[in-house]
Nanobody
Framework: QVQLVESGGGLVEAGGSLRLSCAASGSIFSINVMGWYRQTPGKQRDVVARISTGGMINYADSVKGRFTISRDNAKNTVYLQMNSLKPEDTAVYYC???????????????WGQGTMVTVSS
């Protein structure tokens, strides 16, 4: 059993900063990609940022220059530093991992439970 536990969401004023964390735990053999997605009511879940084991990073155009994704492979943890937040960044943020479980060496995609980020104007 593998789970992702997120923390760090909350309420912040426009222009402020928040840092999200997501730790993977359980029977993990290896983790390939970790990342963050976000979703607002009635819309699809969209990628915010992704980072591979080797450090390759992709950002959504809307967050480039404001958000920074990083990863601690030893701790199976991914972070999202969010600066210069805007009201349009308000969403539920979900952590994601593409990994291999230790038992059976099976590829799985795992999602966190989501953490709310609210940016007031």
């Amino acid at each position: 059993q593998v789970q992702l536990v997120e923390s760090g969401g909350g309420l912040v004023e426009a222009g402020g900063s928040l840092r999200l964390s997501c730790a993977a735990s359980g029977s993990i053999f290896s983790i390939n990609v970790m990342g963050w997605y976000r979703q607002t009511p009635g819309k699809q879940r969209d990628v915010v940022a992704r980072i591979s084991t080797g450090g390759m990073i992709n950002y959504a155009d809307s967050v480039k220059g404001r958000f920074t994704i990083s990863r601690d492979n030893a701790k199976n943890t991914v972070y999202l530093q969010m600066n210069s937040l805007k009201p349009e960044d308000t969403a539920v943020y979900y952590c994601y991992a593409d990994l291999i479980v230790a038992t059976g060496r099976t590829y799985v995609n795992v999602w966190g439970q989501g953490t709310m980020v609210t940016v007031s104007s």
